[in-house]
């Protein structure tokens, strides 16, 4: 099938990219068709963010999103950042904050909320959305440009053959592709391969952060109080946070962060989670109410240093599948919805000259020139500087803005990707984390419960292995196989016989996420990600 | 010969509800909705006895707020020719339904109304043998297998039953709700997904049909079953005997 553009995933940069070209086609006169899949069962149900939105963004695309009913409805009231150890709690005074992450004008949202609503924008103004499609292939000409992605077979079975009610892929052309998949695409990833889009970026550092939606007492909800922390649980060394967002409806959002640069194996970023919910500063607003959903999903947060060339022929990366999250204000939608809309301005000019499979060039230029491009510089020192530990780091971060307004003379470089970061299980201290309570703290597989994860048993295993060896002969022998602590799905487990011996790796695929950890984290990258059937993954409700 | 597919939009099946915190009923915000599997089981049946050259038309209907377009797109992306829907916001009750559906198959005269056996959000499984009461027409429930005469004018059903399988034979027009088994339904297409958006779908009121779909009754209380209790290890096989008997009460 043949469209002008084909869009592969239906997140705010998608969406966003979808919205622009129709509009543009609309005020012109002109007559583009606009293909959108996306891989979840519907939009929204892979979304995961905090989220707390700077709605400048939405103002540029929509700017009449209020009128229209947005659900962006929960203006921030009170914003608090707080310095935690064990037991205490040291709110951080505004006047010390960065101007970054002060939360004025912005708003407590939903994102797959939001997404939901920017699909339905889409729909109206004629763009074609199919959510339960994954992009499972990149299609090339004879000349080597994109020319579109084939979407992944139907109804395969475990050993590869065809089941009874096996639909083969489509595949669909596009005069250009927009890669939209959220941080580390599959697709984005061997787009960046094959057209060496990394060459001259920094490495790409990730971060993962864990969610859980509550619904609390009335009585200790306030929808647009805003509560961000660093310090406890994670030691000073390691990049993170955590987060407690009230939304609408007696609901918070609460989650934890941690760097995917960690570096000691023995690091459980779903203990973590756990055990930060349980910091009497958290556990006084959760107590007495009830765990409604979970889920987990990575972040690229290397910001300006570590993005790709945006474009190759016959396509772009936007969103977060490039890595446009501001990890200096703690936030990424904007990003995303402005980096797709600018693409989508380059795609429609493109086409209305009559150009097809070449390099969107207008589309970088047009970041470069954009508020966005001056955030993502005024913040560009953030991540490397926390990389050096949370006390220098937030001093020299201070200096970097509070002094230099985010203009130093100075570039920190991301010089090393996160899986390289890893230290032998000999070198480091195994770490001892407190039993779930079932209260406030609860075991992994209750947790993937509240995903609705669900995948068609019988396919085969979408995560797979380069070399099947490795996972015992390098990461249990010097990492302790630290799959088993960075998932937050408790997708890998080193199971023994009863005499303890003979460990091999069992892959529970059918409890993935979808957050791509372990594509990022495996410390010699022999895990690779690869789309399931569509449709199937997490349901999410309102991440 | 005509089938009428009724299909209901129900909360996905991989969606754990939980109850409202109030108790007045289920939780059901923000939960991703999809076609009742029992009723997309009842569609695949219907759109293969097309394809078999028995049934000339299928027509899929809905009852319930404008959002059921979404289902009723599904059955026509799955292979129905066109859809119906009965617009309203009132929660519908499986009576309401069974007179909603008895006056369109006045209107359509449809040989064979297919639906699913139940509803996975209600698990009332009452909607078509209210209807093949109302029509006063022959039903089969729990069909696993669906055969139907040359001449249009009988039907060989397997019904599933405890411990095993009924094979009952009855005179069209008629009622039959689909079990589990009944077959695997296809996955929908991106061109049959696209063709069903120009497929017709013709919106309909209670009003209209003449039909009063108050409820008839009422919630009184909805609450999660209690936590089970954790297991226990038991010592030797003479605690567990003995804790089978006197504690479980089990085995005497």
Redesign the interface.
Known sequence: MEFDVVIVGGGPAGLAAAIRLKQLAGEKGADINVCLIEKAAEIGGHILSGAVLDPSALNRLLPDWQAQGAPVNTPVVEDRFLLLDESRSITVPDWLLPDCFLNRGNHVVSLAELCRWLGRQAETLGVEIYPGFAGSEILYDEDGAVVGVATGDMGVLKDGSHGPNYQPGMALLARYTLFAEGSRGHLGRQLEDRFRLREHADPQTYALGIKELWEIPPEKHQAGRVIHSVGWPLDAQTYGGGFLYHLRDNQVAVGLVTGLGYRNPYLSTFEEFQRYKTHPALRKTLEGGRRIAYGARTLSAGGVQSLPRLVFPGGALIGDDAGFLNAARLKGAHGAIDSGRLAADACFEALTAGRSHDKLLAYPRAFCASPLFDELQRGRNFKPWMNKGLYLGSVMFALDQHVFRGKAPWTLRHRAADHTRLLKTADCRPIAYPKPDGQISFDRMSSVDLSHTRHEENQPCHLTLKDASVPLRVNLAHYDAPEQRYCPAGVYEILRDAAGENPRLQINAQNCVHCKACDIKDPTQNIVWTPPQGGDGPNYPNM | MKILVAVKRAV?Y???V?PK?DGSGVDI????M?MNPFDEIAVEEAVRLKEGGIATEVVAVSAGPATCQETLRTALALGADRGLLIETDVELQPLAVAKLLKAICEREQPQLVLCGKQAIDDDAHQTGQMLAALLDWPQATCASGITITADGNRTTVVREIDGGLETVDIALPAVITADLRLN????A???N??KARKKPLDTLTPLALGVDVAPRLKTLKVVEPPPRPPGIRVADVAELVDRLKNQAKVIR
């Open positions: 996905d991989n969606i754990k939980r915190t915000a923000h939960a991703r999809a695997q339904p296809r996955y297409t991106l061109p997904i696209m």
